[in-house]
């Protein structure tokens, strides 16, 4: 791609606002962590981890996706880790020029050496901050119900996020095998978050059809939705979609990779773009998905031929889709419009 464009991306204003903690381990993370904890590693001291954390091409649905986090698990057991892993996650937003990141992940994943939900998000919390402190971009967290694990268990995953709610948790969201466990399994999780009004977000229309799009929005209270790119196969639900000003949380690079669609000649964000559909693009895992949020701007201009303009305009939905409130919100706002001016893209 032509040189000057690809700097141009670079200097955008960006947001990312669907990027799993566990998904954008730095592989040399992993190692340290890996001495520092006492584990055994898969290769020497000078072999490559990449192999292990990320997709390859021939990935062919999003389970085989998924079973890229059974490695990174066991090494993020610990408050160190944790805190480590969301500052360098802030950091690598930052590097993309992000201004402001919400950083999902399932505390329960992280339970197994002692800590509780409680902890694990208070942690990353803490990792959070240092990391706004230290490369100064705003960072929240989205905590995750794991669609597999029992709905008591989820239940508690949402007492433990309402502990946190405006003091870095900004939302909850259910994850994991979508074609699996439909949502309607959590409705009462996703009941109790609405009594506690902590917004929700729901992975939908991604492994699944798109009439769990529909039933994360009309039951489970869903206030975005994490890929949706298979709406495309029920008009009705884009309408509901665009009704309800519902933003997707779009992922390109790993909708591609899991085969949530074909290929980027059927990747619908234009024509969502075209018939009404609020869309933000977002790089779901860093790691996993070998991506930044550069890639993802460099591939919408290169496979889907977006514009400058409407690359900036994609900064400006994920600003206003943010789960940030009132006065926060609007400073994000205004952040992203003057960085455009700067950039003579004012929208
Ligand atoms: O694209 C996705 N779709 C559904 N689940 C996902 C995706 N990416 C990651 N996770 C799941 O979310 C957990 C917590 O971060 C990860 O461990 C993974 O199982
Ligand atoms: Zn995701």
Known sequence: MNQALLEQIKRLPKIDLHVHLDGS?????????????????????????????????????????????DFVLPFMQTAEALERIAQEVVQQAAEAHCLYVEVRFAPMLHTLEGLTASDAIRHTIAGLRAGEHLFGIKARVIVICMRHDSVEKNLEVIEAAKEYYDQGVVAVDLAGDEAGFPPQIHRSVFGLASSYELPITIHAGEA??????????????????????????????????????????????????TKAVSGWDTYPIRSFM??????????????????????????????????????????????????????????????????????????
């Not at 904890?37 to 998924?66: F, H, R």
């Not at 890929?227 to 884009?238: L, N, Q």
């Open 274 to 347: 075209e018939q009404g559909v609020i869309v933000t693009v977002n790089t779901d895992n860093m790691t996993v998905s070998g991506t930044t949020m550069n890639l993802e701007y460099e591939m919408l201009a290169e496979h889907c031929g977006f514009t400058l303009k409407e690359l900036a305009q994609l900064a400006m939905n994920s600003a206003e889709a943010a789960f940030l409130l009132g006065e926060e919100k609007e400073e994000l706002k205004e952040a992203v419009q003057s960085a455009l001016n700067q950039l003579d893209l004012s929208l």
């Open 208 to 257: 699944g059809g798109s009439d769990n799009v529909r039933e994360s929005i009309t039951r489970l209270g869903a206030r975005r939705i994490g890929h949706g790119v298979r709406i495309t196969e029920d008009p009705t639900v884009i309408e509901l979609v665009k009704a309800t000003r519902t933003p997707l949380e779009m992922c390109p690079v790993s909708n591609i990779q």
């Open 25 to 69: 381990v730095k592989p040399d993370t992993i190692r340290e962590l890996a001495e520092a904890q006492g584990k055994a590693l898969p290769v020497g001291a000078e072999g490559d981890l990449t192999p292990w954390m990320q997709i390859d091409e021939n990935c062919t649905s999003l389970v085989e996706y998924l079973s890229k986090f």
